[in-house]
């Protein structure tokens, strides 16, 4: 049922604004592996308008953002708004494409982004991102021994994707399960890492549990050591930035030219 109007929805967006939705996936908890039950989902887009759009003298708005009944919020990115993210190692964009619930992809336009992806990707920079998340969720949300567990994760997979960083030097996967099966992750982390999922799992997103005593100096060490590290991860960045022009060349819409758009 809630596909069926994920599905409205992006139908809505491309006859609302005259835009053709090349790629549509679920982002966020949903798309990590752990949602609450009453998660919201949270769908992302990346269209691409018709050519006249793109030879405009002046940019117009590049940001769809619609909140809809049900816990249901979709938005997205422009096409050229996107790849000039992508070409700054944007995670969120990323991160999109290794969704593991797809709602809409062009095959083509999928397999040319994942496949540009890794030629941008810089690790250093993906560390920072990744810690400055895992800092600011340690700072705000779990400062007391009474914290909420969606809080916890959302410390816990960031801090994982710096591990699979530092490790891998790639994007890190989406789903936190395949964060937490890599080699470097030890069994006694997997351990208590699941035991606290399967409790998650029963609560709400607003609920409360107390802090396990051994979490807080593991959380700490983790945050000092990837202080340090990241830098070192700095590379050259020698990505040819015409690969993305063609992405653009190609996945413009001229089939929906002067297509009307419906009234809001």
């Known amino acids: 049922m809630k596909d069926d109007a994920i599905q409205q929805a992006i139908e809505a967006i491309e006859a609302d604004y005259g835009v053709n939705v090349l790629y549509a996936a679920e982002s966020g908890s949903r798309a990590w592996g752990f949602a609450s039950p009453d998660s919201d989902y949270d769908v992302r887009l990346v269209y691409a308008h018709a050519l006249d759009w793109y030879v405009s003298v002046f940019e117009s708005r590049d940001v769809i953002e619609r909140m809809l009944p049900g816990d249901l919020d979709v938005s997205g990115w422009e096409l050229r708004k996107s790849l000039r993210l992508m070409s700054k190692c944007n995670l969120a964009f990323n991160e999109?494409?290794?969704?593991?619930?797809?709602?809409?992809?062009?095959?083509a336009f999928a397999s040319a982004i994942r496949d540009l992806i890794p030629r941008f990707f810089q690790p250093a920079r993906a560390i920072f991102h990744y810690l400055n998340m895992a800092s600011s969720t340690y700072t705000n949300h779990l400062s007391s021994d009474q914290v909420?567990?969606?809080k916890l994760f959302y410390f816990l997979r960031p801090m994982l994707a710096c591990r699979w960083i530092e490790h891998a030097r790639t994007q890190p996967?989406?789903?936190f399960s395949r964060l937490t099966a890599g080699p470097w992750v030890s069994d006694e982390e997997r351990a208590w890492i699941a035991e606290l999922e399967g409790r998650k799992a029963a609560q709400r997103e607003g609920?409360?549990?107390?802090?396990?005593?051994?979490?807080?100096?593991w959380m700490q060490a983790q945050l000092n050591y990837f202080t340090g590290i990241g830098p070192t991860l700095a590379r050259k960045m020698e990505a040819d930035p015409a690969a993305l022009d063609e992405v653009l060349r190609?996945?413009?819409?001229?089939?929906i030219q002067g297509?009307?758009?419906r009234a809001s």
Do not use: C, H, M
């Open 96 to 107: 999109w494409f290794g969704s593991p619930i797809v709602y809409r992809q062009n095959p």
């Open 148 to 150: 909420r567990l969606k």
């Open 173 to 175: 996967p989406t789903e």
């Open 207 to 217: 609920d409360n549990s107390t802090l396990p005593p051994f979490l807080r100096p």
């Open 250 to 255: 190609t996945f413009v819409a001229p089939g």
């Open 259 to 261: 297509k009307p758009l």
